[in-house]
């Protein structure tokens, strides 16, 4: 269903209208059930995945080289058009003409991640940027999953999806229901809760991977300006910290992140 489209008014353009409008965007993709994934290698990743396409909007140079994709599904509208229309539809410069609008689904729940021995998880962390490249860190570096507070931003918005390289694809992810007791569920399943923060009480993260060894880790990371809230501190189990130096007191949460992830997982080392 390979159609060439160039009125801006076209309904079969709805889902990538305004992509740059987060508060829209939010609206309408959790409303409608969808995600926008952005570039030839996230589409392949989100269809290889076994997300459902509901539509592609392509350039025409990307139509041989996702051929197997768009095959795949011969039932699903791909909307042809010139890389500059997709900017005038979008409100943003696309990623050389390529994107796709995919069914959204929760494929994974906390029951399912309690049975992982390294967690990532992140306390309200809303900077999609930050999430999706904490769960690309989470998973080149080898954790087995990340799990998000109610008010985390969502790892399946398009910025978030990019940064994440399709990650958010491949790793598994869930919400918490619980902002405020959740964790305690972790400590029954029997991880240790490392929180990172910046208190005279914090430990090295070396120290802090010596005390965990082998055992079940989940690494706790708060917002990127306050940090972790003090009810989820409170309730960590050990408090770790980067050792920093030239006046510098700490890190973007992101490359905290990968920091962390590496000291504490010795099989990525």
Sequence with gaps: MRE????????????????????????LETAEGLFIAEGEKVIRRAA??????RSFLLAERWLDSLADVL??????????????????????????????????RTR??????LG????????DIVDHTNVGAILRCAAGLGWDGVLLAP???????????????????????ARLEHWGSDLDR???????????ALREDAVTLDEAAARVGDGKIALLLGTEGAGLSEHWLGQADLVARI????????????AAAAVACYVLNPDAR
């Design 48 to 53: 290889e995945a076994g997300f459902t396409p």
């Design 116 to 123: 992982m021995r390294r967690l990532v998880v992140c306390e």
């Design 71 to 104: 095959d795949a599904w011969p039932e699903v509208p791909v909307l042809v058009v010139t890389e500059a229309f997709a900017e005038e539809v979008t409100g943003f410069h696309v990623h050389r003409g390529a994107l796709g609008s995919f069914h959204r």
């Design 243 to 254: 050792p920093m130096q030239h006046g510098i007191d700490s890190l973007n949460v992101a």
């Design 186 to 196: 972790l400590r029954e399943a029997g991880f240790t809760t490392v929180a990172m």
């Design 4 to 27: 060439r489209v160039s009125d801006p008014a076209d309904p079969r353009l709805h889902d990538y209208l305004r992509l740059r409008d987060t508060s829209l965007r939010r609206k």
């Design 108 to 113: 994974h729940s906390l029951d399912d991640l």
């Design 151 to 173: 008010r985390a931003a969502d790892p399946l918005y398009r910025r978030a999806i990019k940064v994440a390289m399709g990650a958010v694809f491949s790793l598994p992810w």
